[in-house]
């Protein structure tokens, strides 16, 4: 458990900043980080006796959310003010939004998006994938809004939009919005969900995506329906395509419920395909298998670990935070791996990929994800010894170090208190 006593911070009069006996991200034993001009100098690691003497905390890469909703975000408030009976599903909550979405005025998109990527960056994100709902043929209000927002926060967070088609439009829709999408430097992405002529819209997706050159995304068989498997028409698609390492799939709920062979047998052709999957704890706890007045039997995550066994890229996303689809969240993504290590039962060691590099490569950010010499200086110290007693610390302070230099915001006031 991490003492927190001393203040393993020192900088030298040349500007020179050292953090003494911090244990780092991937490396065995305690180190002493040098960072200098904004990058890390030198790592040396600490001699044994004076490591066990510092209780220097533990330094992290910056963090990376492939998988939010800008749009729809601090909606519950007005939501909840409208509607105060329990939501009992998915497509509850998407009628809930869809109620909601008259209120959604350029000022008040753009309010309740700076007000998430204010948050995101105080806890040390470096780079988001932001879906924008598309469900009419129509560009919606949200969508320049979050290209603006892009470029606004550049240095910040690399904030990459992405195209969120509802699946019944795209036959007449499709080759339009692509085009949009192609224009504005975004991702190419549906919500599928047992939908009629499901192949036909798959192929569209891709044919289109091809033609403009865009990467995929796809919210896909959010649910526990076991006849769900738009997944595996995804697969075959990005394999016939040559679509490797352009795709991702979100949610993949109904995965759970597959017979171990059948599973084995999807999740390898996504390995092959190069197909990557995000799970989403946070929203596919709280509303797969819900009912009023019972506990929940089936939990709807994807099955995570046997995909990363079979080879694909798995990641961890925060997903929707403070709408209908899940009223909490803060943009933390340490919070969601968090809540994800009990409940897929992951070694936190193990995972902290998910919610740094990984992400951070979809993305198509500069930040690295990685603390090297050599690199960046952008990375966060928690008060904390290792990824466990991390996980283990929900209020750890944390100081997030961009170019070397603290950011001055509430997160980072535990030394003057």
């Known amino acids: ?34 960072v200098k001009d904004g990058v890390i100098a030198d790592i040396v690691t600490a001699a044994p006796g004076e490591a066990e003497k510092a209780h220097g905390g533990f330094i992290t890469p910056l963090l990376a959310d492939v998988h939010i909703h800008l749009d729809k975000t601090h909606t519950i408030a007005r939501i909840k003010a409208g509607n105060p009976a329990p939501i009992k599903s998915l497509f509850d909550a998407i009628a809930l939004m869809e109620e ?36 009419t043929p129509e560009v919606p209000d949200a969508w320049p809004i979050i290209c603006e927002l892009r470029e606004e926060w550049k240095g910040r967070i690399d904030l990459q939009p992405a195209a969120l088609v509802l699946g019944d439009i795209v036959p007449e829709a499709g080759s339009a919005i692509a085009a949009r999408v192609a224009d504005d430097g975004g991702v190419f992405g549906a919500f599928f969900y047992r939908n009629a002529d ?27 329906e076991p006849e769900a498997d738009g997944l595996s028409l995804v697969i075959d698609a990005t394999a016939r395509f040559g679509m490797a390492g352009r795709v991702l799939c979100g949610h993949a709920c109904s995965l759970s419920l597959r017979p171990a062979d059948e599973l084995e047998r999807i999740l390898a052709a996504g390995a092959r395909a190069g197909v990557a999957l995000v ?35 798995v990641m961890i996303a925060s997903d929707n935070v403070g709408d209908a689809f899940y009223p909490y969240g803060d943009y933390d993504p340490l919070s969601v791996l968090r809540l994800a290590v009990p409940a897929a039962h992951l070694e936190p060691d193990a995972w902290l990929d998910s919610i740094t590099s990984l992400p951070s490569r979809k993305c198509g950010s500069s930040i690295s994800g990685l603390i090297e010499k050599g690199m960046p200086a952008d990375f966060i110290w928690h008060a904390a010894t290792d990824m466990g007693d991390l996980i283990s610390r929900p209020r750890s302070e944390r100081i997030v170090y961009r170019s070397g230099t603290p950011l001055p915001t509430a997160t980072n006031d535990w030394r003057n208190t």
Request: charge should be neutral; aromatic fraction near 6%; glycine fraction near 10%.
């Open 100 to 135: 909601d979405r008259p209120n959604w005025s350029a000022a008040d998109i753009r309010a309740r998006a700076v007000r998430a990527l204010e948050a995101a960056f105080a806890h040390g994100v470096g780079a988001v994938r932001s879906h924008v709902d598309w469900v």
């Open 279 to 313: 799970t989403l704890p946070s929203t596919n706890l709280y509303l797969q298998d819900r009912g009023n007045g019972r506990t929940p039997n089936l939990r709807g995550l994807a099955p995570l670990k046997e995909a990363r066994a079979a080879g694909m890229e």
């Open 1 to 34: 458990m991490y003492k927190g006593h001393d203040i393993p911070h020192v900088s030298a009069p040349d500007g020179t900043l050292r953090l003494s006996g911090v244990g780092v991200a991937a490396l065995p034993g305690r180190h002493d980080v040098v």
């Open 198 to 224: 499901l192949a036909a819209k798959v192929e569209t997706m891709f044919s289109l995506a091809a033609r403009h050159d865009l990467d995929l995304d796809f919210h896909i068989d959010e649910g526990l």
